[in-house]
T-cell receptor, first 111, second 114 residues
Framework: SAVISQKPSRDICQRGTSLTIQCQVD?????MFWYRQQPGQSLTLIAT?????????ESGFVIDKFPISRPNLTFSTLTVSNMSPEDSSIYLC????????FGSGTRLTVV | DAKTTQPTSMDCAEGRAANLPCNHS???????VYWYRQIHSQGPQYIIH???NNETNEMASLIITEDRKSSTLILPHATLRDTAVYYC???????????????FGQGTILTVHP
């Protein structure tokens, strides 16, 4: 299975600012997935990122709030824009390669 | 993807078998049953998956009923490190170009106590 490096592991941000989360995979993958896990809740898919095309967003998530880049087959970023305390969550990236693998997550606190 | 139903929480004594049930009565013929777990503050970890036959690996066993409407994940000798949230997910099998997103329910909080 793939090995994922996700950065940063945690951050505390001021409301109104933006944070970009990076996800690096040790091998080429077609699809990368971004999830959000709010406190005490399960994982919710934000969007699916394919290389060379725009990300596909799930209901309730929009590109202006969560822009995603996918410049190559091993890397993706998720930006959380104009943050509010409600964006405080763990954000995880995931890929499929001989099974689904998840990054260790980014714990975001917005104050 | 088919919806799953799991108990909210379960307890298990260390060293005993942990049996985690999952109902998936609307499962389709081409849908697999996947199990993942999430230990506190970590990303979900793959455990096992199956289509209709029982499966076993180094982590667990998966028992799927003959009608495929329910399944049980078995951790044969639970340890304190098995305390986690366990997710049962049903979806079309992943492979080639047929993979896609995983949809997580609320899962079962398994607490293993001494």
């Amino acid at each position: 299975s793939a090995v994922i490096s996700q950065k940063p592991s945690r951050d505390i941000c001021q409301r109104g600012t933006s944070l970009t989360i990076q996800c690096q995979v040790d091998s080429q993958v077609t699809m990368m997935f971004w999830y959000r896990q709010q406190p005490g809740q399960s994982l919710t898919l934000i969007a699916t990122a394919n290389q060379g095309s725009e990300a596909t967003y799930e209901s309730g998530f929009v590109i202006d709030k969560f822009p995603i880049s996918r410049p190559n087959l091993t890397f993706s970023t998720l930006t959380v824009s104009n943050m509010s305390p409600e964006d405080s969550s763990i954000y995880l990236c995931s890929v499929y390669r001989d099974g689904y693998t998840f990054g260790s997550g980014t714990r975001l606190t917005v104050v | 993807d088919a919806k799953t139903t799991q108990p909210t929480s379960m307890d298990c004594a260390e060293g005993r078998a942990a049996n985690l049930p999952c109902n998936h009565s609307t499962i389709s013929g081409n849908e697999y049953v996947y199990w993942y777990r999430q230990i506190h503050s970590q990303g979900p970890q793959y455990i096992i998956h199956g289509l209709k036959n029982n499966e076993t690996n180094e982590m667990a066993s998966l028992i799927i009923t003959e009608d495929r409407k329910s399944s049980t994940l078995i951790l044969p000798h639970a340890t304190l490190r098995d305390t986690a949230v366990y997710y049962c997910i049903v979806r079309v099998g992943a492979g080639g170009t047929s993979y896609g997103k995983l949809t997580f329910g609320q899962g079962t909080i398994l607490t293993v106590h001494p």
